[in-house]
C-alpha cells in the first residue's frame, strides 16, 4: 500500500512538528519523494498523495523541473462514496516483496525507451482520465474494467510483478470481482478488489479458505489524511 512513502510522510511530519516548523501536505509530498531517493528506494510521489492528502484524487505532475505534484480532489457524492466503500476490500496475499527491485527494473525499460513502456506510460495518463470520470458517476463497471487494464499496464511495465501464487488467487475470486490488482509495486503484499456482492467479505473468505496465509480486510476512504495530534 505504498507503506514506505506513507511511513516517510509521518516520520518527516513528526520531525517538523517537533522543531517548530510550519508546512503543508504537498511540502510532505515533494519531502518524501526525495527521502525516496536518497534511500534508493526508486519511489515516486503517488503514494504519499493518496496516504497524505486524504479523500479521493487524481495526482499529476507536468514534465518540468523542478518536478511540482498536484493532487485534484475528486467531489464525489457521499451515496457513490458509501458505495466504494462498500464494495472495496484488500486482500493480504501472504507473500512479501521488496518495491525497489521492480521499480529499477521500470526506469530501465524507460531509459531504453522501449517503444511498448513509452507507450504504456502514455495510456496510464490517459485511462486515469476515465477512472476519474467512472469515480465521479459511480460507476463500479468501469470502475473495475479500468482497475483490470491499469493491472495489465503494470505487468507490462514490471515483468514479474504477478507472481503465481497472487494469480492463483485472482483466478479463484475473479468471478465475484469487477476489478482487482496488486497496490504498491506488485510482486505481493495487498491486493485491492472491486466486488460485484455490497459488503462480500464473507463471500471473499469462503472463496479463498484453502489460502491459509490470505487474510481478508473491509476499506474505508480516509477523507482527512495525514492528520497530527499531540
Excluded at 510522510?9 to 508546512?23: E, M, P
Excluded at 507536468?62 to 462498500?86: G, R, S, W, Y
Excluded at 526506469?107 to 506510460?121: D, G, M, S, T
Aim: proline letters at 2%; glycine letters at 10%.
Amino acid at each position: 500500500m505504498g507503506t514506505s512513502s506513507i511511513l516517510a510522510g509521518a516520520i518527516i511530519s513528526v520531525l517538523w512538528t517537533a522543531s517548530g516548523k510550519s508546512f503543508d501536505k504537498s511540502s510532505v509530498v515533494h519531502a518524501v519523494l526525495y527521502v525516496e531517493q536518497l534511500l534508493t528506494t526508486g519511489g515516486g510521489w503517488q503514494d504519499q498523495v493518496s496516504g497524505i492528502m486524504g479523500g479521493v484524487r487524481r495526482g499529476y505532475s507536468e514534465a518540468t523541473l523542478p518536478l511540482h505534484v498536484k493532487a485534484e480532489i475528486l467531489e464525489m457524492q457521499n451515496d457513490v462514496l458509501e458505495n466504494l466503500n462498500a464494495h472495496f476490500l484488500l486482500i493480504y496475499t501472504g507473500k512479501v516483496r521488496l518495491a525497489k527491485n521492480l521499480l529499477q527494473n521500470v526506469i530501465r525499460n524507460w531509459y531504453a525507451r522501449e517503444e511498448n513502456v513509452v507507450k504504456c506510460f502514455k495510456n496510464l495518463i490517459l485511462f486515469s482520465y476515465g477512472m476519474k470520470k467512472a469515480l465521479l458517476e459511480g460507476d463500479f463497471q468501469e470502475i473495475g474494467k479500468l482497475m483490470n487494464i491499469y493491472w495489465e499496464q503494470k505487468k507490462l511495465l514490471a515483468p514479474g510483478c504477478e507472481p503465481a501464487s497472487v494469480k492463483e488467487i485472482m483466478d479463484i475470486i475473479r468471478p465475484l470481482c469487477y476489478g482487482q490488482l496488486l497496490v504498491g509495486a506488485g510482486g505481493g503484499g495487498f491486493m485491492c478488489i472491486l466486488t460485484k456482492e455490497a459488503n462480500a467479505k464473507g463471500i471473499i473468505e469462503t472463496a479463498l479458505q484453502e489460502h491459509q496465509k490470505v487474510s481478508i480486510h473491509t476499506v474505508t476512504v480516509h477523507m482527512e489524511g495525514l492528520e497530527i495530534t499531540s
